[in-house]
């Protein structure tokens, strides 16, 4: 059986970005190159249709048509974690089996809320869960994120991991992940397939060093990622400490200054993909912090700037 010691899943899953024309229309053309050049920087596997995936602006037929464009070009290349999130446990469910058909190897789903007030007690995020399992016999990836709103504590996500068959990975993007991780490990023991970490690696080699066994970061260098993990891997802690130095400018940049467009200003630097655009309402990154982010890209020389020459 899968454990957290034999887990079917490790390492980087980095979150792909959707790439849109100028318009607004999805370009499906640099959402495959995009897909390439992932792969190419040494990634473990993928996430589609994630927060950093600007999914929330996405209708319900364009994230159809996103996970199987996705999922029949990476054709098994590597695992693809398909984001299922929504507020009605029957839809979020619905999302669920759709991706597993189309070939998913997990799905992540944060617990249901809606805007800034509207939100469930425990009992209702129980069953929500135990209802998206008992659809699917892939993974669940409980994601603890800030934008739900809604804390996830420890003691409750080894109760789900111990009692739901399917949630066996959570990726834990709050603040104090590493005490969270921790603590969770502690009260789930092999229940918890899965611990992981977010927010682009920021918090990474505490959270490794917490018992994290994959991250799930932004897009645009999992080349740069991926040694960190390795080392620490490997045991060597004063390499991994000497990667997440070098790094860290570029991962802080991107967490606290440029968000989820920084992926994709990096691709279209490279040449990966044709438009860096967000999908309106949301703005196009400010020239200064494009600067900075380059800037700070070029010293490290990730394959994101050199891939598509």
């Not at 929330?56 to 590597?78: H, K, M």
């Not at 490997?234 to 990667?243: H, I, K």
Request: contains cysteine.
């Amino acid at each position: 059986m899968p454990s957290l010691t034999k887990p079917r899943y490790r390492g980087i899953f980095p979150v792909v970005p959707t790439t849109f024309q100028e318009d607004g229309r999805l370009d499906l053309v640099s959402q495959k190159r995009g897909l390439d050049f992932m792969i190419d920087s040494g990634v473990d596997g993928l996430c589609i249709l994630a927060n950093f995936s600007e999914q929330f602006l996405l209708a319900d037929d364009e994230r159809e048509l996103l996970a199987r464009t996705a999922l029949e070009y990476v054709a098994g290349r590597v695992p693809v974690i398909v984001t299922t999130t929504h507020t009605s446990t029957r839809i979020c469910a619905g999302r669920s089996r759709r991706a597993q058909d189309m070939g998913a190897a997990m799905v992540m789903a944060m617990p249901p809320y809606h805007g800034a007030t509207i939100r469930f007690g425990e009992a209702q995020i129980y069953a929500f869960y135990a209802s998206v399992s008992d659809a699917i016999g892939i993974p669940i990836m409980v994601q603890d994120a800030p934008a739900a709103g809604r804390p996830l504590l420890p003691g409750f996500l080894a109760r789900m991991a111990t009692e739901i068959e399917q949630v066996s990975y959570f990726k834990i993007e709050t603040a104090g992940a590493a005490s969270q991780l921790r603590e969770l490990i502690a009260l789930g023991g092999e229940a918890i397939e899965g611990p992981w970490d977010g927010e682009e690696g920021v918090t990474l080699p505490a959270d490794l060093q917490a018992g994290a066994t994959g991250s799930m970061t932004a897009g645009g260098y999992a080349d740069g990622i991926r040694p960190i993990i390795s080392a620490h891997d490997d045991g060597d802690r004063d390499r991994a400490f000497a990667e997440y130095q070098r790094w860290l400018p570029l991962i802080n940049h991107e967490n606290r200054q440029a968000g989820f467009l920084a992926a994709k200003v990096l691709m279209k630097e490279g040449g990966v993909i044709a438009c860096d655009a967000p999908r309106a309402p949301w703005p196009h990154m400010h020239p200064e912090v494009r600067r900075q982010l380059l800037a700070i890209a070029r010293r490290l020389d990730p394959l994101v700037l050199r891939w598509a020459h």
